[in-house]
């Protein structure tokens, strides 16, 4: 089918609107290189748009509030052009499916996660009766064989496994994107390469917990060893790991791969077991901090970062203070922190609230404080060292400068100077911070 047919005869043009997470931005790369493969091409503008996507996410009240609010600033492109069509996809269109386009009537097409294929279809075949809503779940939908398309010149994400078999008691992810199912690796081992061929040097592996990653003949495990046998990858990453399947034989291949980066985003949500308990985290303080400690063990230089909530429902101030002492003992580098916001269809919304959002935002606040100290000491304690960075462009605010990552994932800021190239690892010494921000220079020669 023949992607032309758009205003004035010329290629149809599709705009592409991202909220959310990196799976939610990888499922946009994948609907690009789908549509883009059939003939349409992409546009940042949306007033020359034949077709508008919003990818949306549930994850709390806010997003998808924004979403909802960037949808309905949609109707005046189809008051202008009743040949625009309008899909809403992602998260929010599974959670809310039918409800879209009662309450946003130029909405033609509502699409969950697993039906991506179809909205392909539908784009192309354009007179579908509108609205359609597809949000059947599907337990094996993996979008293997589809090649989506590049998130950067240098660095790309993956994502190897959708869906979620953990029932958090505040998350909706295991709602909204099903059941857990992992990709071939024969599929992911092809799209690693033809991302390699295309200049990438840096994969991130997604997943909502990437490690627990299982096909009939491989684990997590045996896949990183896979990739990191890939000629021209240089550095390998993966997101979100969880607690409870981060067994020794991860840690072993990550310390026996050399391009996998020694850093470790691990979300920790509580320091408290009795929180952890009513999350149904499935791990305790202690097994976390066990995980840590062999991490440690075997990687050198490592960098570790987590996720946080504060304030959920129960949570005393004693639970509260394990936290700020797990936060201490770990050191984490950075943390993404949050107070807890309760979401409709989750176990946990179903108890009432504990405490006042003055008190969840005090509990916050006094976290960020603490983190933000760690932090800045971690980044401190780097001055002197060399280190290797990955390149990833130069600085918007400075040309002369390169703007590179650690395999810490540390933001690195350097001198421009002869050899130095988009993509390139160099050698670097670090020499100051700046806020969250290191500074260094090239070693050359
Ligand atoms: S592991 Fe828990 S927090 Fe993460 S996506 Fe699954 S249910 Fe949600």
New binding site residues.
């Given amino acids: 089918m023949s992607g032309t047919g758009g205003r004035n005869g010329t290629m149809e043009k599709y705009f592409l609107a991202t909220f959310g997470c990196q799976m939610n931005v990888y499922d946009s790369n994948l609907i690009g290189g789908m549509l883009e493969k059939k003939g349409m091409a992409v546009t940042g503008d949306a007033e020359e748009a034949d077709v508008l996507i919003v990818n949306t996410c549930s994850i709390r009240g806010g997003a998808e509030d924004r979403a909802y609010a960037r949808i309905a600033a949609m109707r005046h492109y189809k008051r202008r052009n009743p040949d625009v069509r309008i899909a809403v996809i992602g998260c929010m269109a599974q959670n809310h499916g039918d409800k879209i386009p009662v309450e946003l009537d130029h909405v033609d097409y509502v699409v969950g996660p697993d039906n991506y294929r179809e909205l392909e279809a539908l784009l192309f075949q354009k007179k579908a009766k509108a609205p359609a809503v597809l949000t059947e779940q599907n337990a094996f939908e993996n979008y293997d064989g589809i090649m989506a398309k590049l998130d950067s010149a240098v660095t790309c994400h993956i994502t190897i496994m959708r869906g979620?078999n953990?029932?958090?008691t505040y998350?909706i992810?295991?709602t909204v994107r099903g059941v857990e199912r992992s990709r071939e690796s024969a599929s992911i081992i092809e799209e690693v390469e033809r991302a390699v061929s295309e200049g990438v040097k840096e994969v991130c592996l997604l997943g909502?917990?990437v490690n627990s990653y299982r096909t009939e003949g491989d684990d997590f495990a045996s896949l990183l060893r896979k990739l990191n046998r890939i000629e021209g990858l240089k550095r390998i990453r993966f997101t979100s790991p969880?607690p409870r399947h981060f067994d020794s034989n991860t840690i072993r291949a990550m310390a026996e791969s050399e391009k996998i980066c020694n850093h470790v985003h691990m979300?920790v949500q509580s320091g408290s077991n009795a929180m952890l308990k009513k999350m149904r985290r499935q791990y305790t303080r202690e097994r976390y901090l066990e995980i840590v400690a062999e991490l440690r063990a075997c990687i050198p230089n490592l960098g570790i970062t987590t996720d946080i909530i504060t304030g959920f429902v129960g949570e005393t101030e004693a639970d509260y203070r394990e936290t700020l002492s797990l936060v201490e003992e770990v050191g984490f580098d950075s943390a993404f922190m949050f107070s807890y916001s309760p979401r409709e269809g989750t176990p946990a919304f179903e108890e009432p609230e504990t405490l006042t959002a003055e008190e969840k935002q005090d509990r916050l606040e006094r976290l960020i404080q603490l983190q933000m100290g760690i932090s800045e000491k971690r980044l401190d304690a780097m001055a002197g060292r060399e280190e290797e960075i990955l390149l990833e462009d130069r600085s918007s605010r400075d040309r002369n400068e390169w703007v590179g990552k650690t395999g810490c994932c540390k933001k690195v800021i350097i001198p421009d100077a002869p050899g130095l190239d988009k993509g390139s690892l160099v050698r670097a010494r670090i020499l100051s911070r700046s806020g969250l921000v290191l500074r260094g220079e090239a070693i050359i020669g």
């Fill in positions: 979620c953990k029932r958090c998350c992810v295991p909502q917990t969880h979300p």
